[in-house]
Every structure is written in structure tokens, then in C-alpha cells.
């Protein structure tokens, strides 16, 4: 039984899932599938869809930061099942006002790539990806 079997299925066994995944990521992965893996460690299931996540330098960057800075928001965003989501989203964001700034500095400043991408990444990084720590008096 494949990965997307198990999906159009109404219950799925975690046994299951877990061997469909195995199968899947092991196998050529060139068939499309509604079953994605994160990193080949997570995987996120939505209603009879998945939707794959992939974290780059940035999303790894911030999972490493919030898991020792922000341990009760991991916590929260955990039992809640939405970490990678929240993560994934944090890198986008992060990417996306990057290649804008990096561009607009770029031409109003006429800074070199290098130097407006350097300067773009030290005016974002603490809005998404390196987030101020947790209060730890509470």
C-alpha cells in the first residue's frame, strides 16, 4: 500500500504511515504523492493533502535559535502541531523582504549585491528568524 492509499483512506494506522514514508523516501521519489517529508524527520498531513516543507539555512537557523531561546513557544507551537509551519513561514517571510530589501539597496544605494544582501540580512534577522528570548522569570 502506498503513502497516498493510506491517505484516501479514512483512518490511518501510524504503523502504516510510518512504513509508506519509510518506502516512499527510500524509493526514486519521482511519482507525486500527497504524503511530503520535512527534512526526512517530519512529516504534516493536512485533510487528504500534504503540502511539503522544506527548510533552508534559514528555517534550520531558526528552529536552532526558538529551541534554545524560546523553548515555551516550541513547546506551545509543538502541541499544537504547527513548529514547521511556524518555521516555514519565518524562513519565507525572511527570504521574501531580503530580496526586496537587498534590491532596493542595491539601487538607491548602490551598494554591491554582497554588501545590500549583508546589510538586508542584519535589518531582518531578528523580526522572524533570531527572535528576542523568552522571559525566564516566568
Given at each position: 500500500?502506498?503513502?497516498?492509499?493510506?491517505?484516501?483512506?479514512?483512518?490511518?494506522?501510524?504503523?502504516?504511515?510510518?512504513?509508506?514514508?519509510?518506502?516512499?523516501?527510500?524509493?526514486?521519489?519521482?511519482?507525486?504523492?500527497?504524503?511530503?517529508?520535512?527534512?526526512?524527520?517530519?512529516?504534516?498531513?493536512?485533510?487528504?493533502?500534504?503540502?511539503?516543507?522544506y527548510l533552508t539555512q534559514y528555517g534550520l537557523m531558526a528552529e536552532r535559535h526558538w529551541r534554545e531561546?524560546?523553548?515555551?513557544?516550541?513547546?506551545?507551537?509543538?502541541?499544537?502541531?504547527?513548529?514547521?509551519?511556524?518555521?516555514?513561514?519565518?524562513?519565507?517571510?525572511?527570504?521574501?523582504?531580503?530580496?526586496?530589501?537587498?534590491?532596493?539597496?542595491?539601487?538607491?544605494?548602490?551598494?554591491?549585491?554582497?554588501?545590500?544582501?549583508?546589510?538586508?540580512?542584519?535589518?531582518?534577522?531578528?523580526?522572524?528568524?533570531?527572535?528576542?528570548?523568552?522571559?525566564?522569570?516566568?
Open positions: 500500500m502506498t503513502a497516498g492509499d493510506l491517505l484516501s483512506r479514512k483512518s490511518i494506522n501510524h504503523d502504516e504511515l510510518v512504513e509508506a514514508c519509510a518506502r516512499r523516501v527510500c524509493s526514486s521519489a519521482m511519482g507525486k504523492s500527497r504524503l511530503a517529508t520535512i527534512n526526512s524527520a517530519f512529516l504534516i498531513l493536512e485533510t487528504q493533502m500534504a503540502k511539503e516543507i531561546f524560546l523553548p515555551k513557544m516550541v513547546r506551545d507551537l509543538e502541541s499544537k502541531g504547527i513548529l514547521m509551519e511556524a518555521l516555514f513561514e519565518a524562513q519565507e517571510t525572511t527570504l521574501a523582504e531580503m530580496e526586496a530589501l537587498t534590491r532596493q539597496l542595491e539601487t538607491e544605494q548602490k551598494m554591491t549585491p554582497q554588501q545590500a544582501h549583508d546589510r538586508a540580512w542584519e535589518m531582518i534577522r531578528e523580526k522572524y528568524i533570531l527572535l528576542p528570548p523568552e522571559d525566564e522569570s516566568n
